[in-house]
């Protein structure tokens, strides 16, 4: 008879609702605080092979890596105490938009935007020109 009044309770609604289910921390802890963008190992080598060899040339000296929630920038400047010559970024975002990876100036023009960082770095590349 105990069994029926159990049943016939928990069919009526008045079970406890307040029950645990089992979750993976994991998941919990990336859905509360998610883990920021940032540069891969070779889209880093790429983009430190450009930092170097504008060192090289003295046009850079310094430099500033962020990881934000949304995006990553790699930032260039000529002096540690100004504004940033040049952003790398990383917005996954864009990425089947416009593409994810973008180079901004200082005055905050994009000045190339697309889904391969190495094409996006070839902004960087300087051509020769004939000099009369």
Known sequence: MSDQSERGAEESGNRDTG????VDIHQYRQSRDPLPV???RRELDAILWIYGRMVGEGAWRDYAIDHLKDKAVFSVFKRSGEYPLYRIEKDPKLAAKQGAFSVIGADGRILKRGHELKQVLKVFDRTLKLVD
């Not at 029950?19 to 089992?22: H, Q, R």
């Open 19 to 22: 029950t645990a289910a089992v």
């Open 38 to 40: 940032t540069f891969h």
